[in-house]
């Protein structure tokens, strides 16, 4: 018999399938797609050689999730590399803004908005860990008291003004850029804080990818899965949770409306989810290059992330754009995250030729082709741009709802990202990974912590459900190994 089920392959459900493995648990992983790995699939796809990164491309929390560090990618061959700047920010006919790995680099370039950056990023890392642990926490335990002082001085700021406290146009864009990776309206408590997260980490345990692309996380997982005793299903789409294998434990990586769609769920818990929000759309551009993007300024070369918004680059034009997307409304010059994967792993790059990622932020389901609007943006920054361009697709918000159910609508973080729905998703209810049926439980971004590849709802997730199946009196053998 089977011990537990779990249904998706991403980041989320093949750490679910592993937590359940260590501990013990025979365990089966069920993957609609023909590949294994959800937003970390890498596929060739305009040339065999090169490798471009389907959904997520930069892992900010790989290097500082506790459920990712569990893995040890290094040691299986997979290293997260770093370009020598985190991000970049270009401004029209100014020079760009650049987060380099080292915080006196960064202070330096940002002039006299160096010391108010400082004071901003160095106590965050100082105290990272506890940082991390508090953002990265089922937000059902008691906080970190240091760590939520620590926030509590500094989000405010952010969330009520653009650019917070700063006053320098770089040092706003360079912020500003980082809080709209919080997909919606700006500034807004939730975009302040992943600006405070991802903008420390920066500058502590970096904006690697792995080497060789993403996929080759989601394969260090299912290695060790398989390793185990577990059994991974590819091509199974499940549309009844009554047809799965006899199990004790089924955990889901889907999101509340796919979970509605295949559960046999009560009514009360079905209202509940239907209030669940989705958020606005991306809308995603793969670019096959010739050569180095030609930047105007050719230091953000130099970060393997780099982001573009409004037509000049202003964090007031990119906050406005931010805002109006979230309302549903089209703009002209969205707010767009520029991946350039060989600026941190040269091997991407095979005779020139590289991979370049990008996505706009778009209203939800948006119909639009993004790529007249990111080549737009690209070849205001960066001009030849277009000439670079051996080969392209455009991926509209609609289209990648429907390539993965998780991102309905093309909402890639799984649920608007409000202050209330980041604490209640997605339910407001004490355990938010257990479902009303027995022995089921949600295991997706729609949990806390939320999205990002860090793996911690899947982990969360499978603790609870290995803390019923203790109580069930189940085997010794099925015991939470490590805490």
Not at 191 to 218: D, F, I, M, N
Not at 271 to 286: H, I
Request: proline share 9%; with cysteine.
């Amino acid at each position: 018999m089977t011990d537990a089920v779990v249904v998706g392959s991403g980041p989320n459900g093949l750490a679910a399938a592993l937590t359940l493995a260590r501990a013990g648990l025979r365990v089966e992983v069920f993957e609609a797609h023909q590949r294994i790995g959800g937003g970390l699939r890498t596929e060739a796809l305009f040339d065999s050689e090169v490798l471009h990164d389907i959904c997520a491309a930069v892992h900010p929390m790989a290097p500082a999730s506790p459920f990712m560090r569990s893995l040890d990618l290094e040691a299986h061959g997979v290293p997260l590399l770093h370009s020598p700047a985190a991000y970049g920010h270009p401004l029209q006919g100014r020079p760009a803004a650049l987060a380099w790995r080292d915080l006196d680099a960064t202070c330096a370039g940002l002039g006299r908005d160096g010391q108010r950056w400082r004071r901003l990023m160095l106590p965050l890392m100082e105290r990272s860990a506890d940082v991390v642990d508090l953002m990265l926490s089922t937000q059902r335990t008691p906080p970190n008291p240091k760590a939520l002082a620590l926030l509590a001085t500094r989000l405010p700021a952010q969330a009520l003004r653009v650019g917070g406290g700063l006053r320098t146009e770089a040092a706003r864009a360079l912020l500003s850029g980082v809080a709209a990776h919080g997909i919606g309206r700006l500034p807004s408590p939730a975009s302040a804080a992943v600006a405070l997260l991802l903008g420390h980490l920066a500058h502590t345990t970096g904006w690697p990818v792995p080497q060789g692309g993403s996929q080759a996380v989601a394969a260090v997982m299912a290695r060790q899965i398989e390793r185990l005793g577990g059994r991974i299903h590819t091509g199974v789409r499940v549309d009844d949770l009554r047809d799965l294998p006899t199990r004790g434990l089924t955990l889901l990586d889907v999101s509340p409306r796919e979970l509605a769609r295949i559960a046999p769920l009560p009514q009360g818990y079905l209202r509940a989810l239907s209030r669940y929000r989705y958020g606005p759309g991306a809308a995603k551009a793969d670019f096959l290059v010739d050569g180095a993007i030609p930047w105007a300024d050719p230091r953000l070369a130099q970060a393997a992330t780099i982001h573009l918004g409004g037509a000049h680059g202003t964090a007031p034009q990119l906050a406005r754009a931010e805002t109006a997307t979230a309302r549903g409304l089209e703009v002209r010059h969205p707010y767009i995250i520029v991946v350039d994967p060989a600026a941190a792993d040269p091997a991407r790059a095979v005779r020139g030729r590289r991979p370049v990622w990008a996505y706009a932020h778009v209203p939800h389901g948006d119909p639009r082709d993004p790529l007249p609007m990111i080549r737009e943006a690209l070849e205001r920054h960066a001009p030849g741009f277009t000439d670079t361009v051996v080969a392209e697709r455009g991926v509209t918000a609609a289209e990648l709802g429907a390539y993965n159910p998780n991102y309905v609508g093309g909402d890639i973080a799984s649920g608007a990202m409000t202050l209330w729905q980041t604490l209640a998703r997605p339910v407001p209810r004490w355990n938010p990974y257990r479902t009303p049926l027995p022995g089921t439980w949600l295991c997706s971004s729609a949990t806390p912590p939320g999205p990002s590849v860090h793996g911690m709802c899947g982990y969360y997730a499978a603790r609870a459900a290995l803390e019923t199946w203790r109580k069930a009196d189940r085997p010794a053998s099925a015991q939470l190994l490590g805490g």
